[in-house]
């Protein structure tokens, strides 16, 4: 006996029964030990900071990386996929502090490093099993992966494969110090690298302000334009383009201005033109220097050329501060200028300042609470001394912003420990071009052009969990870099005012964490090794996932060889220029390899409306509160056939239940059909298999075309077009199944005698089920289960414990030709029904007769099937006509593109002529492609190109 669906199916009761069933029968487990060791398929799961809660745009990655996986293992590949959790970094720290009420960086000084990555390890700890995190989450929605074996970014293994790694690069000669200027968080009191920076980007309103600067040498300004008034106090020369058109004006009011002539129009009153220059006239002037807060040792306060100044924008002069711009900084090393740097690593004046001293240079957020810049402040001071033209707060960019604490970043002159990636800049482009990008587009445009203006990689940072960089230096300035658990073992630490070896101490004691490695020393040639005290770029962690979540080089070199690299990988658009460029940078520089073979991009999860979700708009959507509500399955395959991955999903909770209605409902309803008549026959496929050739046109149609799906769902897989294979088996189910087959077919069900034609409905039927269900189990885990279990259960005709161990479906019969003549036939079908429709015919109204006009190559197998079309239709008779002549009046008119510049002063004539032909001579020239028609008395051909045809 089938089991059949009650009315008022119960999807998430169902899934918690599966989940009891997979985990009791180690379900999981045997889809991979059911594989061929030989036949491997390797996925990265890229780790998600277990910082907070699990959110919707979670549950599509995973959705994505799910579904993949099961499918590769429906085709019999050994699916081997490892959990992993990113520990590490600012998202963790940022969250600790706020729940011990931290506001700064030194507050976590006075808490204790050590007490303080304590209770970071706690806070991961908990947010990977606490109830609602992300195990639970994973568990729930049915996302198979190893979580009883994950990788954990904060382990002594993992750090130790970390720093094997960056040993080798500092052999290599890819590791440096440098000063630069650098992305600089205020509140998080570390750098940032290039890729993070694009992380954090935010339109803003800033200052839009025209300065005057007085020259010395005559009673003149030289107009300049900043939105950034706080670096004015560090202001030691203005460049302008040598070879710009620069000229002096005068105005009643703000008295004699340079500027450059192409941006004259940010005068917005009367003025005089005194002279017409070039900008290498104004080389050398001096002027008087807005503030002189610094003392400076060196010439300062002068006009030099700059080669970046341009005219798109501003006055056509740029003010120079070194301290805090990347061109400033160039060309004051170029010029010897002073480097003035008044500001704090936390964006805060010194004391040197004095009018403004402590004051926050850019506008902070801080927990509960905002502290205003000094911006403001600075405008007024100017404005009161005559030295502003104009001021406002209307310069609308896009402005960068720290990628986890979402406060505005500052450029700043530092020094800061680099990876040379530019030196292996060229080897990621050729490594990029082999790698499958889905879409394409995003791998040759947005990370294509990122590895194109690729920077050296800032890897230091200035906090206090995460892993440390392994770098030991005497006072010298002598490098020693530790690559081993082995190696730090060979320092030693103090303890009472002796030395002891870092290897005799109990294993549980050696934490690769600061407090711990700060303390140990090494003594090389009588000097004295210390740590330098960064901590490296969390980014790098994740990104050496595929060797690190193995213990590689120190465990398992075989099994990581197997598996490098990744087939597959899929992770949120806003990866690719992190996760996914550092797994390729380390992977090029490492490995020379790269990283991964094949991957999907998902796009954001907007609300309904288009808006970004976020907890301030409170339009978040809880997925577990979805999951109960709706179920996981439905929810799933909503987010994936909603819209393709790499588009942006606009998330509308109706439209769970339009899936769940539509898509599930129809499945429901197939397969409680087909039980109720089963069970009433007692239909257990027990009996022999009717050939397919032997079986009814209908059926033999309905196996053809589900074997056309096996093969086009297989097809769309392989290219990770994973919205179309869904769509497909949606479409097969609803349109094809339920609304053509089953319905064609329900008479044959009610008869009462078993013969062979009902036995080969009852076997047709039962295999489409089959197959869906096979088809759908990698996006819809849990129903496909029960399903699948409710029908071979009945049946035993495989000997699978679970559909997840089955096996692809094979090609069984196919039969094109007989596609082709049902397509034909559903087409007409569905065209008459919209003519009787619009006619307001219903279809329970029978007609008399209905002529169509068809191509040569439908026509056959219209008339064919003009028994099935008639029936569908109520119509008594179908008359196949060769052309359309005697049922559509066509008409023509010129197609003025065409004859315009054919013709030329013909075209008049021509007008008039085309509109007058006949509907026999449009079919002329419809059928022929060509009419002969009298212009003006002279014969003229026109080809069908020349006219349009309505």
Known sequence: MFKQFDERINYPKIEQEVLKFWEENKIFEKSISSRPKSKTFTFYEG?????????????????????????????????????????????????????????????????????????????????????????????????????????????????????????????????????????????????????????????????????????????????????????????????????????????????????????????????????????????????????????????????????????????????????????????????????????????????????????????????????????????????????????????????????????????????????????????????????????????????????????????????????????????????????????????????????????DLPEEEIDLHKPFVDDVKFERDGKIFKRTPELIDVWFDSGAMPFAQYHYPFENQEYFKENYPADFICEGIDQTRGWFYTLHAIGAMLFDQVAFKNLIVNELILDKQGLKMSKSRSNTVDPFILFDKHGVDATRWYLVTTSPPWKPTLFDEEGIVEVQRKFFGTLVNTYNFFVLYANIDKFDFSEKLVNYKDRPEIDRWIISKLNSLIKEYDKLMEEYDVTKAARLVSSFTIDQLSNWYVRRSRRRFWKSEMNINKQSAYQTLYECLVTIAKLTSPFAPFFTEELYQNLNRATKRENFESIHLADYPQDTYSEPELEVKMDVAQRVVSLTRAVRAKNNLKVRQPLLKMMIAVDKSRREALQKMSEVILEEVNIKELIVLEDDSAIVNKSAKPNFKVVGPKYGKMVKALTNAIKEMDKNAVQLLETTGEYEMTIEGQPLKISREDVEIV
């Open 47 to 503: 780790p998600p900071t277990v910082n907070g809660r699990p959110g919707i745009h979670h549950v599509m990655a995973r959705t994505l990386k799910d579904l993949v996986c099961r499918y590769k293992t429906l085709k019999g590949f050994q699916v081997h996929r490892k959990a992993g959790w990113d520990t590490h970094g600012l998202p963790v720290e940022i969250a600790l502090e706020k729940e011990l009420g931290f506001v700064q960086k030194s507050d976590i000084e006075k808490y204790g490093v050590g007490a303080f990555n304590k209770k970071a390890k706690e806070l991961v700890y908990n947010h990977i099993e606490m109830k609602e995190g992300w195990r639970t989450l994973t568990e729930r929605m049915g996302y198979w992966i190893n979580l009883d074996d994950p990788y954990i970014t904060c382990t002594n293994d993992y750090i130790e494969s970390v720093w094997w790694a960056l040993s080798e690069y500092f052999k290599k000669g890819l590791i440096y110090k440098g000063f630069k200027i650098v992305p600089q968080c205020p509140h998080c009191e570390t750098p940032l690298s290039s890729h993070e920076l694009a992380l954090g980007y935010a339109d803003v309103q800033d200052p839009n302000v025209y300065v005057k600067f007085k020259l010395k040498d005559e009673d003149a300004s030289v107009l300049v334009w900043t939105t950034t008034p706080w670096t004015l106090i560090s202001n030691v020369a203005l460049a302008v383009g040598t070879n710009i058109d620069y000229v002096k004006i005068k105005t009643e009011k703000h008295g004699v201005m340079y500027l450059a002539e192409a941006r004259l129009s940010v005068i917005k009153e009367e003025y005089d033109l005194l002279s017409n220059l070039k900008g290498a006239d104004l080389i050398d002037k001096d002027y008087e220097p807005l503030y002189s807060f610094i003392p400076v040792d060196k010439r300062a306060w002068y006009i030099i050329p700059g080669d970046f100044v341009s005219t798109e924008d501003g006055s056509g002069v740029v003010h120079i501060a070194p301290a805090f711009g990347a061109d400033d900084y160039e060309v004051s090393k170029k010029f010897n200028l002073p480097f003035v740097q008044p500001v704090t690593k936390s964006g805060r004046f010194t004391d040197d300042v004095t009018d403004f001293a402590g004051r926050l240079v850019k506008s902070m957020k801080f927990e509960n609470r905002e502290e205003k810049g000094v911006d403001p402040e600075i405008i007024r001071n100017l404005k009161e001394r005559n030295l502003i033209y104009k001021a406002g707060n209307d310069y609308l960019h896009s402005y960068p912003h720290c990628w986890r604490c979402d406060n505005p970043l500052i450029y700043y002159a530092r020094d800061s420990w680099y990876i040379r990636t530019t030196d292996v800049a060229k080897r990621m482009i050729e490594l990029n071009n082999s790698i499958n990008w889905c879409p394409p587009e995003v791998g040759s445009g947005r990370f294509g052009n990122w590895l194109e203006e690729n920077k050296d990689w800032s890897l230091s940072r200035d906090r206090y969990w995460g892993t440390p960089l392994p770098l030991w230096l005497n006072d010298d300035g002598d490098i020693f870099v530790v690559g081993s658990i082995s190696e730090l073992k060979e320092g030693f630490v103090e303890r009472n005012g002796t030395r002891v070896f870092v290897k």
